[in-house]
């Protein structure tokens, strides 16, 4: 499966990482990290996104433990992208 950015998954089994649904942020293949952020409930805390080996997702995902996620983002926040320095 392709990993795409915006895309919402429910990321569980990977070390360092809470079992959550989550929302990828970037994708840099050249180093192998995919970075994501927490989706919850409660808006009121800030999180900061977590960067997590690609490889170690797709191995989550082809054991069945990680699963593409039907959440819809809202319309503001569809076109934000994550600047990093």
Known sequence: MNLEINSIWDITG??????SRCRILALYYEVNICVIYEITEDIQKIRMPKSIF????????????????????????????????
């Open 14 to 19: 990977i070390d360092g990482t809470k079992d």
């Open 54 to 85: 690609i490889s170690d997702f797709h191995e989550s995902i082809l054991a069945h433990k990680s699963k593409l996620s039907n959440f819809d983002i809202p319309a503001g926040l569809t076109n934000m992208k994550a600047k990093y320095h």
